[in-house]
């Protein structure tokens, strides 16, 4: 297990910090910017106001429902 800093939160840090938790230093982790978590705040946040009053399994399935049509999208696009 490996704590790491996305590369646009990492600036905020002092230099021996983004030394040790940067995605750029790190063994077997490639190139990534660590922000994919990130991404997806946009989409979620539109329907957020729908969800707040759900009970917790109307809102998991919602929240499934909207990602896994996120994730779908992706896929989309990756075959054009």
């Known amino acids: 297990f490996v704590i790491l800093v996305p ?3 990492i600036k905020a840090h002092k230099n021996d910090c983004s030394f ?3 995605f750029k230093f ?3 982790v490639g190139q990534t910017d660590g922000e994919g978590d990130e991404c997806i705040w946009a989409e979620t946040n539109q329907f957020s106001g729908s969800i707040r009053e759900m009970q917790t399994g ?3 399935d919602k929240v499934n ?3 896994s049509h ?3 999208r992706k896929v989309e696009k ?3």
Do not use: D
């Open 7 to 9: 590369k646009m939160h």
């Open 20 to 22: 040790l938790y940067s």
């Open 26 to 28: 790190t063994e077997h």
């Open 58 to 60: 109307g809102r998991h």
């Open 65 to 67: 429902c909207v990602i």
């Open 70 to 72: 996120w994730n779908w």
């Open 78 to 80: 990756l075959s054009m």
